[in-house]
């Protein structure tokens, strides 16, 4: 007999509607991970975290950065990406959601509006909830419905500024935000745009450096994860210096947090000197996702643009069925399902990952083809 019955019966009933999530190992070709330059794995990498250690680096912070947690390799990281990514400062914490968290709940004030894009992440939510200011939804990238939530606004009485919040790159969805439509908007209402580099760091832009190239008279935080396409662990806020401050001042996120370990800001480290010598890398993971667009159009899937292919299958447990199937096919694929996607769009997040080869794409496809379950095109 449970000692929680009121939560096995609401994990029972998440389970018959085909939603119970379960930790699944690793297993087949990734098409699953957010591996896209394939470095998690990488030699270069393991080397940087050999010679931090060898240097004195130690495993552990031992604290918060406000204590005695505020490792040398924190500061070197956080100059060194400053520099690359074109910002007056960076600031390293310890995952992306930590990061958007402390964004959110800290930089807003009471009489402020965040305005933010329907698919944003559920971090950007979080940070939300904890901090004082209004926030209102816009359409996915539409910087129209945005602009009229902000006249909206205005009209009722608000006057404070406005965050403006979006994924350059939709996690789920793999759609690009028009960011220059974005830019024009809080060009025109003096708002902040708030960046979330997130899937397009180390992939798109000069050097892997991302989408977001934002005007200098426009303000601006990005944020640039560290797990995903750079293959090692954290996050990195990158805007001007009152900011990085204020975060460090008054973020709980930042201040109440154990360090990182320093050894991942190493291998963050390494991973940029790799985006600046090594371009290779982000031409053969363009080459995978081009070649991923024709295979997947050559059995009638248009599934779009990016490194994320999202195979819309509706329902839930269809959704769970596909996945497994494929599992048991050798392709590693999980499935997506609400509450984070909408209702009904239930999905296969296919993944491009930097460890594929070109016939492996081309296998996850014939296979899809051949499974029962139809899909839209």
Same mark, same amino acid.
């Given at each position: 007999m449970s000692l929680f019955p009121r939560h096995a019966e609401r994990l029972a009933v998440t389970a018959a509607r085909g939603r119970a999530r379960a930790l699944l190992p690793a297993l087949g070709r990734d098409f699953a991970s957010n591996d896209y330059l394939g470095l998690s794995a990488s030699a270069v990498l393991a080397d940087a975290v050999q010679a931090a250690i060898a240097r004195g680096v130690p495993v552990g912070s031992g604290g918060s950065r406000l204590l005695r947690g505020n490792d040398p390799e924190f500061a070197a990281l956080e100059a060194e990406a400053a520099d690359f990514f074109g910002t007056e400062s960076s600031l390293f914490m310890g995952g992306g959601f930590q990061a958007n968290q402390a964004i959110f709940s800290a930089l807003p004030m009471a009489d402020d509006l965040v305005l933010y894009d329907a698919r944003i992440h559920a971090s950007v939510h979080e940070g939300m909830r904890l901090g004082p200011a209004q926030s209102l939804e816009f359409r996915h990238n539409d910087a129209q419905?945005?602009?009229?939530?902000?006249?909206?606004?205005?009209v009722n009485g608000g006057r404070g500024r406005i965050w403006i919040a979006l994924e350059t790159l939709c996690s789920m969805d793999g759609d690009f935000a028009p960011l220059a439509d974005f830019i024009a908007l809080a060009r025109a209402y003096d708002a902040v745009l708030v960046l979330d580099e997130a899937h397009a760091t180390g992939l798109y832009g000069p050097m892997g450096r991302g989408l977001a190239d934002v005007p200098g008279d426009i303000a601006s935080i990005v944020v640039h994860t560290c797990g995903k396409a750079l293959g090692a662990g954290g996050a990195l806020i990158c805007a001007g210096r009152i900011v990085t401050e204020t975060l460090i001042n008054r973020a709980r996120p930042f201040i109440y947090a154990t360090a990182p370990s320093p050894l991942v800001a190493a291998a963050v480290r390494a991973a940029l000197l790799l985006l600046q010598t090594r371009p290779a890398l982000i031409r053969h993971a363009k080459d995978l996702r081009l070649h991923a667009h024709r295979a997947a159009s050559s059995?009638?899937?248009?599934?779009?643009?990016?490194?994320i292919l999202p195979l819309i299958i509706g329902q839930d447990h269809a959704a *769970? /069925? !596909?996945?497994?199937?494929?599992?048991? +096919?050798?392709?590693? *694929? /999980? !499935?997506?399902?609400?509450?984070?996607? +909408?209702?009904?769009?239930? /999905?296969?997040?296919?993944?491009?990952?930097?460890?594929l080869q070109v016939t492996d794409i081309d296998a996850l496809f014939a296979a899809i083809a051949g499974m029962k379950t139809g899909y839209p095109t």
């Open positions: 419905h945005a602009e009229d939530q902000i006249r909206d606004w205005r059995v009638g899937l248009k599934l779009g643009r990016s490194q *769970l /069925r !596909a996945a497994h199937d494929l599992r048991e +096919a050798g392709f590693d *694929l /999980r !499935a997506i399902r609400p509450p984070t996607v +909408a209702k009904g769009s239930a /999905r296969l997040r296919i993944s491009i990952t930097g460890g």
